[in-house]
């Protein structure tokens, strides 16, 4: 059998009509290299937007990260821009003694917050700081005990007149206990301090005094003495003076 050679396919060669004009009508390599560059640029064009948009949306997302962590702090940095160290220094405990009454409902029956507690303790704080401290020992009745109070008497702080008033073993116990016992206890304190000048100076001292009890009672044992000041007009439910 005769063999027959066996020819490769080429590509079909399109010539030029030589009647028209060159430059009107390139070349078909020309129209090839032209296709294949401006596929070559689109794919560029197509990996650029596509890189771009990758690092877009990590920038987007590194902006997101930092405003969360700036406009959100943690709750241990507001913490500590709120109340540092020294302050808990000063009122005499850690933030986890706070946090044990404040989260305690037989201790804190009237759901105190964190903060209202903590202002109550700074303020106690800064009244027992107070330089110019004096007991009234001119006055017959200047110190007194009884089973609700281990002692009770007038001191005058910076020039102000109190009734310092030491609370026993009532004022740890759990609520409502605690205010029927106080009542009893508030019972004894009248006859024996209201004729004193300290009491009788203020038309409204039985008033504001009894509501400052009142409030010192709220936080039982938290903070004692009670320091009751007969000349108050009006008083803070959060620190008690």
Not at 69 to 84: E, V
Not at 116 to 123: G, K, N, R, S, V
Not at 184 to 190: E, I, L, R
Request: overall charge neutral.
């Amino acid at each position: 059998m005769e063999k027959v050679p066996l020819l490769l396919a080429a590509e079909p060669h399109h010539e030029q009509p030589k009647s028209l004009d060159a430059k009107r009508y390139p070349s078909t390599k020309s129209v090839h290299c032209f296709e294949w560059y401006a596929i070559s640029k689109t794919e560029v064009a197509i990996r650029e937007g596509i890189i771009m948009e990758k690092q877009a949306l990590a920038t987007l997302a590194t902006i997101t990260a930092i405003s969360v962590a700036i406009i959100t702090p943690t709750s241990a940095l507001a913490d500590g821009m709120k109340y540092n160290q020294a302050v808990y220094e000063e009122i005499g405990m850690d933030r986890s003694e706070v946090i044990d009454w404040v989260q305690d409902p037989k201790r804190n029956v009237y759901g105190k917050t964190e903060d209202e507690t903590m202002q109550y303790l700074i303020a106690s704080a800064k009244e027992e700081q107070t330089s110019n401290i004096r007991m009234d020992t001119t006055a017959a009745r200047g110190s007194w005990s009884n089973q609700w109070f281990a002692k009770g008497g007038w001191i005058a702080r910076n020039g102000m007149w109190s009734l310092s008033l030491q609370p026993t073993w009532w004022a740890a116990t759990a609520t409502p206990t605690r205010y029927y016992y106080a009542e009893s206890a508030w019972a004894t304190v009248p006859p024996q301090f209201s004729s004193s000048r300290h009491w009788t100076a203020y038309p409204t001292a039985s008033k504001m005094m009894k509501e400052q009890f009142d409030c010192h009672v709220r936080y039982g044992n938290l903070k004692t003495p009670y320091n009751l000041e007969p000349s108050r007009t009006s008083i803070s439910q959060i620190t008690c003076n």
